[in-house]
């Protein structure tokens, strides 16, 4: 972990959860704004639709465990945010989620994406993002993402351990960020039916048309473009959003060193997909 996503760390596992929070956990880089962005369009979207064009989504989904300088902690965010439910985004692993939101019953949605891609995009995050530690050149980092000597640590162990937490507790939504890609329409109203949501036709229609890779890009309420701790020179926030991008930064051997120590690592019955 680094100080900007520690200094903070009483309040923040202290934090009160209540019963109507939505957590969006995922392990950075994996669509966390993506569904952010949903769930505060399925919400919020008909009800405050001018928060759609003044505020931008991290202050509207307040980033739970953040400290960075000049702007206000994930906490105090939060015990100001006017809408409720409250959507929380967290990057932790399943042991550093505060208590409370367990003992509230709180719907959890965790999202998944292939680590293949998920290696590629952080890295290019970690390129861009001022606060963030130096990536070093792409063969180093391979390495360090096997070792899970990563900013939130291993990869495998977020998503092995997320998968495992759902096994016992009702309330989560394990989603896949390639299922996503596949078909956005069929995902979200999966999501619908776990937060008990029936949004007309019409409504669907409008949200898939904001979700859609190229509009969330060009949006600059979503983008991160306001956000003044990334350098958009070195890349964009929203950089590709492909299944398969991968294939443009391993080669073959990383590829075949990376299936071998993959197999070892990953719980079987968690199935992700390097294409679609």
Known sequence: MIHYLTSNWEKVQSFQARPDDILVATYPKAGTTWVSYILDLLYFGQTSPERQTSIPIYERVP?????FPNLDSGTELLEKLPTSPRIIKTHFPVQFVPKSFWEQNCKIIYVARNAKDNMVSYFHMDRMTLTFPDPGDWNTYFQRFMQ???LYGSWYDHVNGWWKKKQSYAN???M???DMIEDTGREINKLCKFLGLSPSEQINTQI???VNFDSMKNNDMVNYSTDTDMDFTISRFM???KVGDWKNHFTVAQNEEFDEDYKKKIN?????RTDV
């Open 63 to 67: 980033f739970l465990e953040s400290f």
């Open 148 to 150: 899970g000597q990563m």
């Open 172 to 174: 989560i939504h394990y």
């Open 176 to 178: 896949f960020y390639e």
């Open 208 to 210: 898939l048309g904001k």
């Open 239 to 241: 950089r590709k959003g």
């Open 268 to 272: 079987p019955a968690l199935i992700f």
